[in-house]
């Protein structure tokens, strides 16, 4: 299993990016995907969640109306765009699936939200 991320960066309060997560190594259609973050001294938190078929998605309270998790499993990628971001945003993401009763986790990417 593996994942590729990208589209994190620098960026100003309101401003808005998109993230990206190439899997592979596993039938990624088959598998609901997360994506989580880690700021500095947090524990990591889940952000986002869409089921296998794109039809379910789940949010953590503080991002439910400004991020959006979708998915293509014709490109076995899985994505969040975030829109109005925070200050308090600002962290590590990661793309993660449970596969085979493990978890496996991207390398992260980088989002900074800064006036």
């Known amino acids: 299993v593996q994942f590729v991320e990208s589209g994190g960066g620098l960026v100003q309060p309101g401003e808005s990016l998109r993230l990206s997560c190439a899997a592979s190594?596993?039938?990624?259609?088959?598998?609901?995907m997360s994506w989580y973050r880690q700021a500095p001294g947090k524990e990591r938190e889940l952000v986002a969640v869409?089921?296998?078929?794109?039809?379910?998605?789940n949010y953590a309270d503080s991002v439910k109306g400004r991020f959006f998790i979708s998915r293509d499993n014709q490109k076995n990628a899985v994505y969040l765009q975030m829109n109005s971001l925070k200050i308090e945003d600002t962290a590590v993401y990661y793309c993660?699936?449970?596969?085979?009763?493990?978890?496996?986790w991207g390398q992260g990417t980088q989002v900074t939200v800064s006036a």
């Open positions: 993660k699936v449970h596969h085979r009763g493990s978890d496996y």
């Open positions: 869409i089921d296998s078929t794109a039809r379910r998605k």
């Open positions: 190594g596993f039938l990624f259609r088959a598998y609901d």
